[in-house]
């Protein structure tokens, strides 16, 4: 049973486009966390949300958590080459263990 | 601190023989996790220790694999009796608290 719903799957845009990925669940986390992921690499943590509603922003990468804590999403403004990776959503529930999602894999073409 | 360092980054082996990786986390981190993770797939939770003490075994992990964590510090993970099915990226994460792991570059095991 997957818990974490990531889409979509894969994304291919333009340089200097916006897009959205999304991490849904019928499950409430007490925490969500979103990685990025190279080829050959282990995932690099990018922001950690825990309040429903909350809203982190990173440069051009804004993060948002549901209401309910129950889904995610990741919006980034402005996209470059160096966007390019495995976007990773993971949640945790309490206990010490985080959940993945399969990913959204973005290519942003120059 | 280099981070969590994991060795080997890369290992192929015949199947039936048994696999040995390590996993040295960052030094002040309590929390050892393991995952494995294979193509177009997330990472999939293994085990996971608290210091020493191994808490939490996922049903993914059958009795050919063995996780310890010795002396708190430093983690192995054997497969005994390799499998095709066994290929796949490893990866070793640790932890202060629960929320922001840092992860390693994992051991990429080939079985043939």
């Known amino acids: 049973t997957q818990l974490l719903e990531q889409s979509p799957q894969f994304l291919s845009i333009q340089e200097g486009e916006n897009l959205t990925v999304y991490c849904n669940s019928s499950?409430?986390?007490?925490?969500l966390q979103w990685y990025r992921q190279e080829p050959g690499e282990g995932p690099v943590l990018l922001v950690t949300v825990v309040t429903g509603g909350e809203v982190k922003k990173l440069k051009r990468l804004t993060f948002q958590f549901g209401d309910a804590r129950k889904d995610s999403s990741l919006h980034i403004t402005a996209a470059q080459p160096g966007d390019t990776g495995l976007y990773l959503c993971?949640?945790?529930?309490?206990?010490?263990?985080?959940?993945f999602g399969k990913g959204t894999r973005l290519h942003i073409l120059p | 601190d280099t981070g969590v360092s994991q060795n080997p980054r890369h290992k192929i082996t015949k199947r039936g023989q048994n696999v040995t990786f390590r996993c040295d986390p960052i030094?002040?981190?309590?929390?050892l996790y393991w995952y494995r993770q294979t193509l177009g797939q997330g990472p999939e939770f293994l085990t996971y220790f608290q210091n020493e003490a191994q808490l939490e075994k996922s049903r993914l992990l059958s009795d050919r694999f063995s996780a310890e964590r010795p002396k708190g510090s430093f983690s192995t993970l054997e497969i005994q009796r390799t499998e095709q099915g066994d290929s796949a990226m490893y990866l070793c994460?640790?932890?202060?608290?629960?929320?922001?792991?840092?992860f390693g570059s994992g051991t990429r095991l080939t079985v043939v």
């Open positions: 499950s409430v986390f007490s925490s």
């Open positions: 993971a949640g945790g529930r309490g206990d010490d263990k985080i959940i």
């Open positions: 994460a640790s932890s202060i608290h629960r929320d922001g792991y840092t």
């Open positions: 030094s002040e981190h309590n929390r």
